[in-house]
């Protein structure tokens, strides 16, 4: 355990890009100390720990899955091992299989189904199950899942991603309802800027996308990781009164019909 064990500190799950390390960077900048994950881009994971570290605390790469149990175990054993506490958990490792056309169902099989929700259901209960006693130890302990619109409006990469996003909003306020007083979030972003969506989209369909609801929604806008990680900050910081919700953050893209 090192000396800045006063610090308080967080495990961000996919850690290494877009959103968590978006998160990873603005706790860090408010004096956070931060552990995060990522399931093989540890050369990215690495850079982040330098970006944090930056800002004079404390930050560690894990390479875990949370898809599997035993790695959520150690990442939080890990976590205690070098600073004894942890006061939040940011749920942000995800996955998808890229089928936008929803009635395209042979786009999609069982095993489909089951790894996103490996990734994006049992993943975060299994992260929130190990850290719970722990996180009952601290004076403002709480978790922000990352959702998506798709699971409020059933859009997005695919029909697999859209119910488990379902899932996980539906889990959150399960969660919020009986873990108390630990708080349970969710933050459901919009279009996210960024190399994830334009990867799994290619170039022209991304941009396209992005120049259409750019067009279309009422602020005009599609969101960035920045700004989806001042949510979760909000949520883990500010509104500390707040449990059980699902915040949109997609420029008002869930009100088009």
């Not at 929130?128 to 409006?153: Q, Y």
């Not at 059933?154 to 029909?159: A, F, H, K, P, V």
């Not at 609801?213 to 599609?222: A, H, V």
């Amino acid at each position: 355990m090192t000396n800045n064990e006063s610090s308080k500190v967080a495990i961000v799950t996919g850690g290494s890009r877009g959103v968590g390390a978006a998160t990873a960077k603005l706790l860090a900048s408010k004096g956070w100390n931060v552990t995060i994950t990522c399931t093989s881009s540890m050369e990215d994971a690495n850079e982040v720990v330098k970006e944090c570290e930056q800002f004079g605390v404390e930050s560690l790469a894990i390479k875990a899955d949370v898809s599997e149990n035993k790695d959520c175990v150690e990442t939080v054993e890990k976590t205690l091992e070098k600073w004894g506490r942890i006061d939040s958990l940011v749920n942000n490792a995800g996955t998808t299989k890229f089928v936008f056309n929803h009635a395209d169902l042979d786009g999609l099989d069982a095993d489909d189904f089951l790894h996103i929700y490996k990734v994006n259901v049992v993943g975060p209960f299994q992260m929130v199950k190990a850290c719970k006693d722990t996180l009952m130890k601290s004076e403002n302990p709480s978790v922000v899942n990352i959702s998506s619109i798709a699971g409020i409006k059933g859009i997005g990469s695919s029909l697999a991603y859209a119910s488990s996003k379902g899932a996980l909003n539906t889990m959150t306020k399960s969660m919020a309802r009986n873990l108390g007083p630990i708080r349970v979030n969710a933050i459901c972003p919009g279009f996210i800027q960024g190399e994830w969506l334009r990867k799994g989209m290619g170039d022209e369909l991304y941009n396209a996308a992005k120049d259409n609801l750019t067009s279309s929604t009422p602020l005009k806008l599609t969101v960035t990781p920045e700004q989806v990680a001042l949510g979760i900050y909000n949520f883990i910081e500010i509104s500390t009164v707040v449990t059980g919700e699902t915040m949109l953050m997609d420029g008002g893209h869930h009100l088009i019909i």
